[in-house]
């Protein structure tokens, strides 16, 4: 029996190296954020883990395991050519479309001070929602409303960039619940309002699609911050102005 020679320094360094390079990138990200303390469930936003040129490769490992999803589902992807790029096409999908939100920093939004002294009740909407439900990744579609009571304190920011965060927290596997209240935080932090409400309309494809099967329904939820919560006109006068249908 042949004994291994020693590994000299460098061989060891490489050997490291190597062994580095063969761990997913999925598994380094994630150990960034243990190490980190940092929460990574599917609506939270993990940007600033992931190392220059990491989305690319964490691209390659999710068409690589949905690949696998597949052809465990047993269809053909070598013959079908309808299925032939589904696992890219499927990966690209998740990571640089509709689960941005999660990969990238938020949209840059430049904050002016409030210097028209607007204290009028300003609402911004409908905004189109696309998300996904953290439940079976079903999509969910629909609008929202933003009602801002500004003070002379709080900054303004441009009406498109309301869209912009919408879509930026919307982009992840979401609760609705929880989406509108990301969004309210967000906002408040960005804008410092004297009054921040939210309401949210949209339909639930996992229960179109699949479950009960009800084209029709709609789930409505609001967030109310503020002078919304304790002024029942204003929040009267703001859910009156949003023409929802139906
Ligand atoms: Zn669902």
């Given at each position: 029996?042949?004994?291994?020679?020693?590994?000299?320094?460098?061989?060891?360094?490489?050997?490291?190296?190597?062994?580095?390079?063969?761990?997913p990138v999925s598994v380094k990200i994630r150990e960034r954020l243990r190490a980190a303390r940092?929460?990574?469930?599917?609506?939270?936003?993990?940007?600033?883990?992931?190392?220059?040129?990491?989305?690319?490769?964490?691209?390659?490992?999710?068409?690589?395991?949905?690949?696998?999803?597949?052809?465990?589902?047993?269809?053909?992807?070598?013959?079908?050519?309808?299925?032939?790029?589904?696992?890219?096409?499927?990966?690209?999908?998740?990571?640089?479309?509709?689960?941005?939100?999660?990969?990238?920093?938020?949209?840059?939004?430049?904050?002016?001070?409030?210097?028209?002294?607007?204290?009028?009740?300003?609402?911004?909407?409908?905004?189109?929602?696309?998300?996904?439900?953290?439940?079976?990744?079903?999509?969910?579609?629909?609008?929202?409303?933003?009602?801002?009571?500004?003070?002379?304190?709080?900054?303004?920011?441009?009406?498109?960039?309301?869209?912009?965060?919408?879509?930026?927290?919307?982009?992840?596997?979401?609760?609705?619940?929880?989406?509108v209240v990301q969004l309210a935080d967000l906002i408040q932090e960005k804008t410092k309002p004297?009054?921040?409400?939210?309401?949210?309309?949209?339909?639930?494809?996992?229960?179109?699609?699949?479950?009960?099967?009800?084209?029709?329904?709609?789930?409505?939820?609001?967030?109310?911050?503020?002078?919304?919560?304790?002024?029942?006109?204003?929040?009267?006068?703001?859910?009156?102005?949003?023409?929802?249908?139906?």
């Amino acid at each position: 029996m042949k004994t291994l020679p020693e590994l000299s320094p460098a061989s060891a360094a490489s050997a490291v190296a190597a062994d580095d390079a063969g761990t997913p990138v999925s598994v380094k990200i994630r150990e960034r954020l243990r190490a980190a303390r940092h929460r990574f469930n599917a609506n939270d936003n993990i940007a600033d883990f992931i190392e220059p040129g990491e989305l690319e490769k964490l691209l390659d490992e999710v068409e690589h395991k949905m690949q696998g999803v597949l052809d465990s589902m047993v269809i053909d992807t070598e013959s079908d050519h309808n299925t032939a790029n589904t696992a890219r096409r499927v990966a690209k999908m998740y990571i640089n479309e509709v689960f941005r939100g999660r990969y990238v920093q938020g949209p840059p939004i430049t904050e002016f001070p409030n210097a028209e002294r607007l204290n009028e009740l300003m609402i911004v909407g409908p905004i189109t929602v696309r998300s996904a439900c953290s439940h079976h990744f079903c999509p969910v579609v629909g609008k929202l409303w933003i009602g801002v009571m500004p003070n002379e304190r709080t900054n303004v920011i441009g009406l498109s960039k309301y869209a912009r965060l919408a879509e930026w927290i919307m982009g992840r596997p979401q609760i609705q619940e929880e989406a509108v209240v990301q969004l309210a935080d967000l906002i408040q932090e960005k804008t410092k309002p004297d009054g921040l409400a939210i309401v949210m309309e949209a339909t639930h494809y996992c229960m179109a699609w699949r479950g009960v099967k009800d084209m029709d329904s709609k789930m409505i939820n609001s967030v109310m911050r503020g002078v919304f919560l304790k002024d029942v006109n204003l929040r009267r006068e703001f859910l009156a102005l949003i023409p929802r249908q139906g």
